[in-house]
């Protein structure tokens, strides 16, 4: 998998130095790459078992920079700049993109005009030099950000009621901006938006710079922890930003509807404790900051998008919905910053990892603030599970999404279907053991991505015992295994299925309405 380098400044290529060589190769070799080189462009991918298409191979990208203007019209496409650092791990003709919904005005290669075309859902660039293996090199991409995106093709920006704000996942990041789209490949975000006075703009990390020019702002963010491109979040609009300040000094920052300040402010009052809760399971906060975007939108999800989670204002101003459930969703998607975020998903198929452990200290929380028996939630997700895994898979091995849903990976088998497995290997190892797995997880892989592999190999070093096979069963297995400890729990009819949450919440615990 590609491994995002550490290098603060990224050195210039030898151009000089390649043109000499270039200049002494044979002519039938030169004839060859001439030949390569005008081969027609085609789509690539790292080769993901659910997203075959995802991702490019032959470079890691460091850093981005995206710089997008607002009109103040969420219906008009933004203009926009993305500066991608990258390294090579390949020698290239060509380097693919991943870009699919906007207009390309130019492409620049190490400061040099590119050629670029388009193939399938790729942009793929042609600079003037062919790049070597282990070249740093800056790509340049001018081009529109659409918010109004296909019927068929849902994702990218959220418009909202007063402007727009972001949700890439899985696989829409490359809907508003040029990007190695795969949580494999994690890199450092600097963003800058530009908009009306009168409108305010948050991303992800810190604020490096504010702006106010001929009736316009720009505000600027830097992230100095690698994200996938599924996590970047933009917020534009009328709203509100709130400071408060968390565990070890921690900033915190939420943003907020300014029409709604009054009435969110008492949940958002609750996110001290809700971290403070976390570092107390698994360990310190991984990022620099961290806050709530409520946005004025209907979703039918919330997501976990990093430093600032996504939420829809309405989970917290609709009666309907108990204050347990609504703080349990807030916990889950906080807890996402350590699993899924700070430690990604090596593929799609790991997404278990992300959702299960989120869906697990939800429910812990629920047990430990709401008396809401982690038990009985568990036997009725034991129940389900065998349906679960007929229908989307088992929890590692997760069916691939069906034609126009790509979300449809978001089922119930990673969600409680993984917090099950999650469960079972808290009964096979025990909790005193299963506490000391998961600080060691969040440790040892922080910044970083992880396998399914990596999580069975760990359990096994910290429980002291070859859990291989156990955990085979319970990730793989067409057919849930008993549950250690509980011989008597058993597969239920489908109409008997479990009920975790109030039938008018949202599905999956505030996750994927999928």
Same mark, same amino acid.
């Given at each position: ?22 200049? &002494? ?23 993901? %078992? ?6 490019? @191979?032959?470079?890691? *990208? ?18 926009? $700049?993305?500066?991608?650092? #990258? ?26 005009? #590119? ?8 942009? *793929? ?15 340049? /991409? ?49 963003? %800058? *938006? ?32 690698? +994200? ?14 709130? %400071? ?14 300014? !029409? ?17 809760? +976390? ?42 919905? @108990? ?11 906080? #807890? ?9 998903? =090596? ?22 603030? =709401?008396?809401?028996? +982690?038990?009985?939630? +568990? ?16 929890? &590692? ?23 099950? *497995? ?25 910044? !970083?991505?992880?396998?399914? &592999? ?7 070093? /910290? ?20 549950? @250690? ?15 975790? &949450?109030?039938?008018?919440?949202? $599905? ?7």
């Amino acid at each position: 998998m590609p491994h995002t380098p550490h290098t603060s400044t990224p050195r210039p290529r030898g151009r000089a130095r390649r043109r000499l060589r270039l200049a &002494a190769l044979l002519a039938s070799a030169v004839s060859v790459c001439m030949v390569a080189a005008s081969a027609p462009p085609v789509p690539l991918g790292v080769g993901d %078992r659910l997203f075959p298409h995802l991702g490019n @191979p032959g470079y890691d *990208v460091a850093a981005y920079d995206l710089s997008f203007t607002y009109t103040g019209s969420n219906s008009e496409p933004l203009k926009a $700049v993305t500066t991608i650092d #990258a390294l090579t791990t390949a020698d290239l003709d060509r380097v693919n993109l991943d870009f699919a919904h906007g207009t390309v005005d130019s492409v620049e290669v190490d400061g040099e005009p #590119a050629g670029f075309a388009t193939a399938g859902e790729d942009l *793929v660039v042609t600079p003037e030099d062919a790049l070597d293996e282990g070249d740093w090199t800056r790509i340049t /991409v001018r081009h529109t950000s659409d918010p109004v995106y296909p019927e068929d093709r849902e994702g990218g920006w959220v418009r909202t009621a007063d402007g727009l704000a972001m949700a890439n996942q899985a696989d829409v990041a490359h809907l508003v901006f040029p990007c190695n789209d795969h949580p494999s490949d994690k890199a450092r975000f600097t963003i %800058r *938006v530009t908009a009306p006075d009168g409108l305010t703009a948050v991303a992800n990390g810190l604020p490096a710079g504010v702006e106010r020019d001929g009736g316009a702002t720009t505000w600027t963010y830097r992230h100095d922890h690698p +994200m996938a491109t599924e996590l970047a979040q933009v917020s534009i609009g009328r709203s509100t930003v709130l %400071r408060r300040t968390g565990p070890h000094g921690l900033p915190l920052r939420d943003v907020v509807p300014t !029409g709604h300040r009054a009435t969110l402010e008492p949940w958002l009052a609750k996110t001290p404790d809700q971290i403070t809760w +976390m570092e107390d399971q698994v360990g310190p906060y991984p990022f620099e900051t961290y806050g709530l975007l409520m946005a004025d939108a209907t979703t039918g999800f919330e997501l976990e998008t990093q430093t600032l989670s996504l939420f829809e204002r309405e989970l917290f101003t609709e009666p309907g919905y @108990p204050e347990w459930y609504v703080e349990s969703i807030m916990v889950h998607e906080l #807890a996402h910053q350590w699993f899924g975020n700070s430690v990604g998903p =090596a593929t799609w198929s790991d997404l278990w990892l992300n959702e299960g452990h989120a869906t697990w200290y939800e429910a812990l929380y629920a047990e430990e603030t =709401a008396d809401r028996p +982690m038990e009985a939630r +568990m036997k009725a997700a034991y129940g389900a599970s065998d349906r679960w895994r007929a229908k989307g898979g088992p929890p &590692a091995a997760p069916k691939p999404p069906t034609s126009g849903s790509k979300t449809g990976i978001f089922r119930a088998n990673v969600y409680d279907g993984a917090a099950l *497995v999650l469960y079972a290997l808290r009964q096979e190892i025990g909790r005193a053991a299963f506490e000391r797995l998961e600080r060691t997880w969040v440790a040892r892989h922080r910044d !970083g991505t992880a396998t399914t &592999a990596d999580f069975v190999r760990l359990a096994s070093e /910290v429980s002291g015992r070859d859990l291989g096979a156990f955990l085979q069963a319970w990730l793989y297995g067409q057919k849930t295994p008993p549950m @250690p400890g509980h011989p008597d729990w058993k597969p239920t009819a489908a109409d008997q299925a479990p009920a975790s &949450a109030p039938a008018s919440a949202p $599905v999956a615990a505030g996750a994927h309405g999928e």
